[in-house]
């Protein structure tokens, strides 16, 4: 509890970066651990970019001008008090006056705890546990972490480089899946496939193009192999292959995000479907465009209103003397189960 | 009253309020205009939803009819149809501008249909453009004619003058009165294109389409194919009709001759010359079979093919479709010009080619040849030499117990080892890619792996055996990172070469994977 007493106090020190590195790391690896802190945390942040963003009142002229005149008979006559004698206090009194101080406070504090609270008088209960509610742990300086994912924000914060990322798929015990990479120390979240945090995090390493494709590829195959099972997969997780599919320069990888989003009609947004447009127009890759018009294909036979893009994009597909056969053909189902609205 | 009779009064007010209660309304306004327009001015007709009909004649003046009938299922949907659905008359004699004006965000509980009957002098131009109708009819125009449509039945009925249509869905019907003078160019996705023309009729036809037919009762001269696209003469030739629709059938008839005679142009071009496209020709066919005993042949333009079992030899030959061989027991010959393929048990050589798709192959018992211009190749058990070439995507296989050679210009290979074999030839090169090799403890090899890359900090050669030297110089702006040496006192050489990637052997203790005997 006195941490996080002293880490609450450092909160608005951390927002306005004035704290020290080492206070800095402290007070972030506290937040990480403690739940409480966590939310505290949180509202802060919220506050602040309230704050940064409420626009700047000017004061009204009149209320200046009042507060100026009010000011300023007294600022005047504080200026011209300028012939104020010095308390010296004598030498032999000096070490009486130390003492009589301690003895105060002493006897205050004392009075304070004693008198001053008042006593409960607990009525007797026959012990029963209900509960057990584990203590805070310390932090404790450890080659890895493991942090449920309900405990850490779902913002992810700057471009932290993250490395060797690795999925365990979910328990069959609790459902409870997990994302372990390398930052400054080894960490594991786990949580459940639709928690916010592990929804970013996935999005963080779907779209991170900082690291290699190998990590995205595999982490593709992880979220198609997780999220087939969930009803309905965050919206998040499609935007991220989608600009995947749109970004990857690796060809691979881009087949595999394509791939993964027909299988994930339900979390398609706008954005996802135009990305699937935008491929099928101009990807290089003949798989790429075979799987996008694929994907839409199956939009089509869903029911789901294409708009007048999509409907002239399939069009032009399906009469494209160059383009592949296979691609043509299915552009031309696409559009035989469309019902113009 | 009688019980019975009660009963049945009783039933009848019951069904009628449910008819009542399910109904809904619809209503009808009717809006007729006129105006003058030039003999060679244009008519413009923008109509999403509902039938457009528009007849020549003669005179100087377009006559309009409209009626707008709108479905709703209760008065207040009725009455914000009403409001939002607007018609709109502009332009001056030159062109006739007329529209439908529906608003941006339609709401769903109610339709629409506007039907539109234009009169129009014969010589002017007609432009038509439609989502959704029962029919477009245009008759008796000598100007030319444009129609855009999305869905519907289309008839052209004695337009003398210039025509081009583009339907996606529906049928297109030309019907002229005299024999054509003028150019025709018809174009659709998923609809049948029927031309009836008069039997001395004289007409440069062509015609293409990938997944019907091109069917005539005439007798075409000088009939060719270059590649699915038809050309011939009706009579001596004169003015182009150019038919295409996609996935529909195209048919040309002589007036008053038995459509059930039409013969087919793919089936029946005399003096073809055989070319490798063909395949497009050949009609479409959907196989699904169990089992196949003796050699399994299809050769369609476009199929989807299921075999659970070919005893014997398989040979396909597809222009498009989705093909799936559960085991072949001879060889194997698979070429699709597009379409994933999905093969299980190879006895026999494999030889399998795709335009664009994954390859999947369970067991390549005799090893083969497998590639495809963009996809993935994953190939389970590759028990003789395999080549396998990918134009992008990743190439996986996961166990070879002969020499490998895989190739792709973009995507990750990842070989591994049959644990059995203490040394294999490999190869394996990627233009943009990572390589892994996985391979037993005691694989013996003489390795030459090199990286090419512009950011040598972040690719890496990295190996679980010892013995390598690995040496890094500057080519041009780029890093050759050059990994040779033997490896468990060598063996066959393995090569890989990887651009803008990492280089992974490594030594793992694999468990083999076991193919069951087939029982023939």
Known sequence: MFDCDAMRENMPLLLTESLDPVQREQTH??????????????????????????????????????????????????MAQTNVVPFRRGRTMRWLAQAAAVVIVGSSAFYAGHR???????????????????????????ESRVLPAASISPQIEGRPDIQNVQFSDASPLNQQIGVSFDITSHVTVTGRPTDKSMVRLLRYVLENEDRESPSRSRAIDWVRATYANVGNPDPEITEALANVLRNDQHQGVRIKAADTLQSMQSAMTDGTRDALVEALKNDPNPAVRLKAVEALAKLARSGVALDPDMVDTLRRKASQNDENVYVRVKAAEALSSIQPR | ??????????????????????????????VVREFPIDPAGSVWIDNPFGSVDVIGGEGHMVSVTVDRVITAPDATSMKAASDNIGLSFEGDTKVRLMRTLLPPGRNARWTVAVNYVVRIPRSVNVKIGSKLAEHIRVAHVNGSVTVNGFSGTLIMEGVNGASAVNMVNGRIIYDYAQQPVSKAQVQAVNADIDIYLPPASNVSWVANTLNGDILTTFNVRLPRFSGTIFHGLIGKGGP?????????????????????????????????????????????QIIQLPYFIGDF??????????????????????????????????????????????????????????GAGDIIVRAARMGGQVTTDGGLIRVIVA??????????????????????DAETTSGDITLTGDPHQRTLKVTARTLQGNIILNVSPRFGADIDATILTTDPEVNELTTDFKGLTVRREQVGNKTRIHATGKINGGGERVELYAEEGDIQISSQNITPIKLATPKR
């Not at chain 1, 008088?121 to 026959?126: E, M, N, S, V």
């Not at chain 2, 019980?3 to 008819?19: E, F, G, K």
């Open chain 2, 1 to 30: 009253m009688r019980p019975i009779l009660r009963i049945s009064l009783a039933a009848v007010a019951l069904l009628s309020a449910t008819q009542l209660l399910g109904a809904s309304f619809a209503t009808s306004t009717r």
């Open chain 2, 383 to 404: 028990g003789g030499p395999m080549t396998l070439r990918s134009g992008g995507g990743d190439i996986i296989v996961r166990q070879f117990s002969a020499a490998m």
């Open chain 1, 116 to 142: 001053i609270a008042p006593r409960t008088q607990l009525i007797p209960t026959q012990a029963q546990v209900t509960a057990i509610q584990p203590a805070t742990p310390y932090y404790s300086i450890a």
């Open chain 1, 29 to 78: 690896q506290h937040i990480e651990t403690c739940p409480i802190c966590v939310a505290e945390w949180s509202a802060y942040k919220e506050t602040w970019l309230i704050l940064d963003k409420l626009p700047e009142v000017a004061v009204p002229p009149r209320v200046k001008q009042r507060f100026l005149a009010e000011i300023s008979p007294a600022m005047a006559q504080a």
């Open chain 2, 240 to 284: 182009t009709i150019n038919t295409e629709t996609m996935m529909g059938r195209v048919l040309v008839l002589a007036k008053g001759s038995n459509p059930n005679q039409a013969q087919s142009m793919r089936q029946n071009s005399a003096n073809h010359q055989p070319v490798p496209s063909d395949v497009m020709l050949q009609p479409k």
């Open chain 2, 297 to 354: 042949t299809s050769v369609a333009s476009i199929a989807d093919v299921t075999v659970g079992e070919v005893r014997g030899n398989a040979r396909i030959e597809t222009g498009a479709g989705e093909v799936e061989l559960g085991a072949v027991f001879g060889q194997c010959n698979v070429t699709s010009l597009g379409g994933p393929l999905n093969l299980g048990d190879i006895m026999g050589a494999l030889f399998a080619h795709t």
